[in-house]
């Protein structure tokens, strides 16, 4: 069978990889929308990286999941020439498993790169905050400081003129 033929369904697609509410969506779009999010994890924002990097981690592992199964021939096929009812037995061929695996590396080595910038870009961030903090920090130390020492001063001058 010819592989441009061959649709990959995702059996019970939408309740289990978008959650109870999620509006039913075709594996294409499902892939187009996972590798958008690939895509967006080296632009955010530091300040939202924590927030937002765990829910696109859990999307993400749940796609890879999903798409390793597409891999292994654990779901079913729709032949596109058949009706969509028509389910058939077809199994992906040693080629198209090949291929399904090699699609599915580039996108994990995009995500672990992808993921090394963003959270390379948090890290600079938190330095940055840190280091403000710390200059705070000293500079409230030196003005604590002088004002001891000023007091002292004060006091030791309105003694001698009181002698």
Do not use: W
Request: net charge positive.
């Amino acid at each position: 069978m010819n592989t441009k033929y061959i649709l990959t369904f995702f059996v019970l697609l939408s309740s289990s990889a978008y959650g109870q509410d999620a509006p039913e969506k075709n594996i294409f779009e499902y892939t187009r929308e996972m590798y958008k999010k690939v895509n967006s994890i080296s632009d955010l924002n530091p300040e939202d990286f924590n927030g937002k990097i765990a829910n696109i981690r859990n999307e993400i592992d749940r796609y890879v999941e999903h798409k390793k199964g597409v891999c292994q021939g654990e779901f079913s096929t729709v032949i596109l020439e058949q009706s969509q009812a028509e389910k058939s037995d077809y199994k992906l061929t040693k080629t198209e498993q090949e291929l399904c695996y090699r699609e599915l590396k580039a996108l994990q080595i995009t995500y672990i790169n992808k993921l090394f910038t963003a959270r390379k870009n948090y890290l600079d961030f938190l330095h940055t905050e840190r280091i403000k903090q710390l200059s705070t920090v000293r500079e409230d130390a030196l003005k604590q400081l002088q004002a001891t020492f000023n007091k002292k001063v004060r006091r030791r001058k309105s003694r001698r003129k009181k002698k």
